[in-house]
């Protein structure tokens, strides 16, 4: 079945960055698109990034230009790289595959 499994998550402050990882398996990776979302304390799960199989990419507007998705098909792998974060950026980040499936979680917190 699908195993998707976040990290890289933690505490930072305004302006700081971090990278999320997602490791994926039981499905064909490479044939999956992948996105990720995030659910802020007390708000719906929203959508953050995506990224095709063929590396094609979109973004919330919120995180345009701060936000990077990447790939690395070899490890079954998809990331998130965040620049610039701010407090707004606080909450449980998740992976989710477009053949089904969702990650625990990972949380980010951003605070001073």
């Known amino acids: 079945q699908v195993q998707l499994v976040e990290s890289g998550g933690g505490v930072v402050q305004p302006g700081g960055s971090l990278r999320l990882s997602c490791a994926a398996s039981?499905?064909?990776?490479?044939?999956?698109?992948m996105r990720w979302y995030r659910q802020a304390p007390g708000k719906e799960r929203e959508f953050v990034a995506v990224?095709?199989?063929?590396?094609?990419?979109n973004y919330a507007d919120s995180v345009k230009g701060r936000f990077t998705i990447s790939r690395d098909n070899a490890k079954n792998t998809v990331y998130l790289q965040m620049n610039s974060l701010n407090p707004e950026d606080t909450a449980v980040y998740y992976c989710?595959?477009?053949?089904?499936?969702w990650g625990q979680g990972t949380q980010v917190t951003v605070s001073s």
């Open positions: 989710n595959a477009l053949v089904g499936g």
């Open positions: 039981g499905f064909t990776f490479s044939r999956s698109g």
């Open positions: 990224i095709s199989t063929g590396g094609s990419t």
